[in-house]
């Protein structure tokens, strides 16, 4: 191990720091040097992240162990931190879009109060800070404790407008939500203490041939349902839509830098668990596929500029599972950095159309903002290629990795890949077309105050669409320029084990150049036609008061899956809590207590009615009770 890497617990507890500093701090800094902290500790941790990565890239990676977290004479869990290829990539990801939403958001948020703006930044700091943890953890433990850290924090930041109802229940369901999925994974990590009396990776993956069939199975299962929660994939993916609630920069570090990351990485850490149960990794795919379906076709006719992006994150957090669910590890990890530089990109995009806007975020109202804010324009339209996967922009690679390694799989998987793919070029067009092009359809008070925004938002804006379009080639196909799949490369050690055993089952399939060739050119070609189509029909929308029907109406419903809940689970569990609280509790239990105390108290009342004051009457008592004493002694 490299002593350079002792330093690593720098990288978290630089956040820590800023959010202590901040958050104590919130009454007597000034925006400014809150802006500076806020941001400069966020800064110090990438530059720590970029010298670690070389570090490992150079072939020194490490597990760091600090003090014992838990040491009983059944179970010890070091604090232990590991840096290796994986982690380190996140890192990257995590600081790096990180700063860059924090610099954002000196501008973003400069209208609100000091103590608010302080207040802000204190969570975003803990919101890296805990993402850190999380994917810097040496066992499953020190995961979980980032885990739960980060679904604090998000239930901070979603309702941090907590004034707005709608932003407080936005805050509920997001914090509740992802508590179901948080049990599997405690769960779970039980199930590997018992079994192994282990949660450090190193430990379990170099003992799971002592895990049976079943042990595998029902803790991948487990493992799945926590990330189905945090990831938000079918049916736990409710909450993220809703979680746009929030300022726009929490809704650009929720999908692009952390918490929905949290549970790819989490299976991508265990992918040779996962590689050894069949049957966890065909649910993973089916689910993942129709979590990107389900989401791409609500994103077709949502009006609402943050919640089309927010349906798409769902889309494409839904590719990343299938690729995990076929054993594309890399690819899922791939796409993870290419989502994040293009979906961070598009959410801090929409939120400087929002600036500009005065708050509005209904598209109908928009149109024609290409000719008032020159940059944001040219920028937005560059992530919308990128998650287009149009070449050579980085979401095509990794989308077409995926895509490629769910061929092999299943050539039907394949082909609803595609579709997915066709409808995320169609809707995100549809958003270019009603936002930037046409003719204006706001107000003539909003046109008048139409203006590009600040260097705090371009900058980020300009650097976040660089990385969307050169970000993809480091994992340059071999189809294209042979050994230049770099990234594959960096990561081999981390999946070596899952590698091992497929070439062994004997279930690894190569494409032939030919059927990847004639795969991309049906991908891209289609999606093509689908953005061109929709950037010509929706640059000359024009509002309309007409309400949607048939299919339209149910998609810009959201399949009703919220009603569907609120009818299935929310009401009978209202229901039932009423009856609990007003029969239960109020009647029987309350019933109950209070009606010993009406007992006792009428009964005092009775007895004191013996206290006369005569003596007479004392002393005849008296007699009677001594008569009393003598039966009862003489019968006993």
């Known amino acids: 191990m490299s002593n350079t890497l002792q330093i690593v617990w720098l990288i978290p507890f630089l956040p820590l720091i800023g959010f202590l500093v901040n958050g104590l701090g919130r009454k007597q800094l000034s925006k400014t ?340 804010m020159g940059i944001t324009h040219i920028t937005f339209l560059l992530g919308c290629l990128a998650i287009a996967g149009m070449p050579p922009f980085s979401g095509f690679f990794s989308k077409d990795e995926i895509l490629a390694a769910a061929f092999t799989k299943n050539p039907i998987y394949w082909g609803v890949g595609v579709l997915t793919a066709f409808m995320t070029a169609f809707y995100m067009f549809r958003l270019y077309g009603m936002t930037f092009l046409g003719k204006f359809r706001g107000t003539h008070d909003q046109e008048h105050h139409l203006h590009e925004s600040p260097l705090a938002i371009t900058i980020p804006l300009i650097i976040l669409a660089i990385l969307a379009f050169v970000g993809g080639w ?40 030919t059927t990847e060739y004639a795969l991309m050119a049906t991908s891209v070609i289609g999606a093509l036609i689908a953005l061109l189509y929709a950037a010509n029909k929706f640059s000359k929308y024009q509002a309309s008061t007409q309400e949607e029907t048939g299919i339209g109406r149910v998609l810009a419903n959201k399949w009703y899956v919220d009603e569907i809940y609120d009818a299935v689970i929310v009401k009978p569990l209202k229901s039932f809590s009423g009856f609990l609280n007003n029969i239960i509790e109020k009647k029987a239990i309350d019933g109950f207590v209070n009606g010993v105390g009406r007992a006792v108290n009428y009964g005092s009342r009775q007895i004191r009615l013996l206290q006369t004051g005569q003596v007479s009457a004392y002393m005849l008592l008296m007699v009677v009770a001594i008569l009393i004493l003598f039966i009862i002694q003489l019968f006993l």
């Open 33 to 372: 040097l809150v802006g500076i902290i806020g941001s400069g500790v966020i800064l110090a941790s990438f530059l720590i992240s970029v010298f670690v990565f070389l570090q490992v890239k150079n072939g020194n990676t490490a597990v760091v162990n600090y003090f014992d977290f838990i040491n009983t004479a059944s179970l010890k869990v070091g604090f232990n931190f590991q840096i290796d290829q994986l982690s380190s990539i996140f890192l990257l990801i995590i600081t790096g879009i990180g700063f860059l939403i924090h610099v954002y958001s000196t501008s973003y948020m400069h209208e609100e109060d000091s103590k608010d703006f302080a207040k802000f930044f204190a969570y975003l700091n803990l919101f890296i800070f805990s993402m850190l943890l999380l994917v810097m953890g040496g066992n499953y433990i020190i995961m979980f404790i980032g885990w739960e850290g980060v679904g604090l924090c998000s239930y901070l930041l979603i309702g941090f407008w907590f004034k707005d109802a709608n932003n407080t229940a936005a805050a509920n369901k997001a914090f509740i939500m992802n508590r179901i999925g948080d049990f599997g994974f405690l769960l779970a990590v039980f199930w590997l203490i018992a079994k192994l009396g282990t949660t450090d990776y190193h430990a379990v993956f170099e003992n799971v041939s002592k895990l049976s069939a079943t042990d595998i199975t029902g803790i991948t299962m487990l493992l799945f349902l926590g990330a189905i929660g945090k990831s938000a994939q079918i049916p736990l993916y409710t909450w993220l839509p809703d979680a746009m609630a929030g300022p726009t920069p929490v809704s650009a570090l929720i999908h692009a830098a952390t918490m929905v990351t949290a549970g790819i990485y989490m299976i991508a850490r265990s992918n040779i668990l996962f590689t050894m149960a069949p049957a966890t990794q065909a649910l993973i795919a089916v689910i993942g596929l129709a979590t990107a379906v389900v989401a791409a076709t609500i994103a077709l006719k949502q009006n609402d500029i943050k919640k089309v992006l927010a349906y798409s994150t769902v889309s494409q957090l839904g590719y990343m599972f299938l690729g995990l669910g076929v054993g594309a590890y890399t690819g899922a990890v791939f796409h993870v950095m290419t989502h994040a530089f293009f979906k961070a990109l598009l959410f801090l995009g929409a939120g400087s159309v929002i600036h500009a806007m005065g708050g509005e975020q209904d598209m109908r109202k928009m149109g024609g903002l290409k000719k008032y």
């Open 474 to 513: 480091v994992g340059i196909p071999e189809v294209f320029m042979h050994g230049g799949h770099r990234l594959e490369a960096f990561l081999e050690p981390i999946f070596a084990q899952s590698n091992i055993l497929v070439a062994t089952l004997g279930e690894k399939q190569e494409l032939s150049h």
